[in-house]
């Protein structure tokens, strides 16, 4: 009975710990831990504080563990230096797909009446490829989107009508063309897809305003390294396409750009020389997904377009319709070590994947940019003396930001903090919550 006693004691402290404000001294010593993928994630102590707006005196109220993932950010642009050409090789036998030698053949504009032309050379092949499609387009050939799907290939975003200006004019219509056409895509086919490619390529086009808030609404977005040229004029002849081709850098992971639609008929020509080129190289033939790190150009420092920087309105815009998608069931957060934690606010959510929340001390750890805009607050941090201050419904709360950090943004993303200590400063609470390994769910109330 006594054992009984003891374990049920146990369990009780445990449950009601889950959401606790962990108030207690975490380990100050820094560690280092591995993670599924290789990466070291340092552990390291910072202290922060909180304070009403109007200079009343501050109180030091807990101690938070932040994780700083070392991982650099990887960024290929389309002009790999590391390999060498190799224009002119001919009668290539075909080798042995080699492991680690991936070519990701992909289609952007379609589809049109020359998608069934590729898929057939495909099929033919035994080659998957991506399709990145053309919203409007779309409409106009549903049954051929569906057959790019029914074949095995992926299919990507590529915006709803390809135009510049409206595109790169303001991330509003940017979004709202992402949006109408992730919709085509799933009238047409069924799926939800979160690839994406820019029309003309992130190159100058894109600042990092769209990045981050493509980035939030779980869209990745893929440029490319081997450029086929077929776009570069109308009636790029198939010869000229080869040259391209075979003239580029042999990395080895290759993203190929080729086109599908109306006015590249030379490109299907192309095709079936380009496959048994890289077949007579040893890669293997690959189809993008969610797990594959996207190939990126460098952001210029200087865009093509003038236009207002992204709001955070606009952001959370694209997030809502995000959410609502993942909520429904129709589409799903990539590289999940178990469910998304889902914070409640009336008909608003916030979704976080499982890499983005930490259960530490018994205190869920959310990251501080993410939920103080959601709320519709703002936070930045102070260069010099690496205080970082939250603003919402009048109030601020302040975090020692990691001091290593060299940009204000850096600093603000590295701040994680627990969830009901947190709401509680800004004067919401939490009325209920369910966390088990099936749902993590929270909601809040102010």
């Known amino acids: 009975m006594r054992r009984f006693v003891q374990a049920s004691i146990c ?90 030698k991936i070519i990701y053949l992909t289609f952007d504009d379609g589809p049109s009446k020359h998608t069934p032309e590729v898929l057939d050379i495909l099929r033919q092949e035994d080659v998957r490829a991506t399709f990145f499609l053309l919203g409007e387009h779309v409409l106009q050939n549903p049954s051929i989107a569906k057959r790019i799907v029914e074949e095995g290939h992926a299919v990507g975003n590529h915006s709803f009508n390809h135009k510049y200006d409206q595109l790169y004019g303001s991330f509003d219509k940017f979004a709202d063309q992402i949006m109408q056409t992730d919709d085509a895509i799933y009238e047409a086919t069924g799926i939800r897809t979160t690839l994406l490619r820019a029309p003309g390529g992130t190159h100058t086009n894109f600042d990092q305003g769209y990045f981050d808030a493509l980035s939030e609404a779980g869209y990745r977005v893929h440029d490319w390294n081997v450029d086929s040229g077929d776009s570069k004029r109308r009636g790029v002849p198939a010869g000229e396409i080869i040259v ?79 959410n609502k998608l993942i909520v429904s069931g129709e589409r799903t957060l990539s590289k999940l070590e178990g469910p998304a934690l889902i914070v409640n606010r009336g ?7 499982a890499e983005e929340y930490k259960l530490i001390d018994g205190s869920i ?20 003396s690496g205080i970082v201050e939250a603003n919402l419904q009048g109030k601020s709360v302040f975090w020692l930001a990691d001091a290593r950090s060299t940009s204000s943004h850096k600093s603000v993303q590295l701040i994680d903090v627990p969830i009901r200590a947190t709401l509680g400063e800004f004067g919401i609470s939490i009325a209920d919550y369910v966390y088990n390994n099936d749902q993590r769910e929270v909601w809040i109330k102010e």
């Open 11 to 100: 369990l009780v402290v445990i449950w009601f710990g889950i959401l606790e404000i962990g108030s207690g001294m975490l380990d100050k010593s820094e560690a280092a831990r591995e993670n599924k993928e290789g990466y070291t994630t340092n552990l390291v102590s910072y202290q922060y504080e909180t304070r009403p707006l109007l200079g009343e005196p501050s109180q030091a109220i807990d101690e938070v563990t932040l994780a700083k993932e070392t991982k650099e950010k990887t960024v290929t642009t389309a002009r790999d230096e590391s390999s060498e050409s190799v224009a002119g090789h001919a009668n290539l036998v075909f080798n042995k797909p080699q492991e680690g």
């Open 244 to 322: 391209n081709v075979k003239s580029s850098k042999l990395p080895n992971t290759l993203n190929v750009l080729l086109h599908d639609s109306v006015g590249h008929e030379q490109s299907v020509k192309a095709l079936p020389e380009i496959i048994s080129y890289y077949k007579g190289l040893g890669y293997r033939f690959e189809i993008l997904n969610e797990n594959v790190k996207p190939m990126q150009f460098q952001t210029a420092k200087r865009l093509k377009w003038e236009r207002d920087p992204v709001t955070n309105r606009q952001q959370k815009k694209l997030q809502n319709f995000a």
């Open 347 to 353: 008909d608003e959510q916030l979704i976080l994947g």
């Open 365 to 384: 750890h959310v990251p501080l940019l993410k939920l103080t805009e959601w709320l519709g607050g703002e936070a930045e941090v102070d260069e010099k």
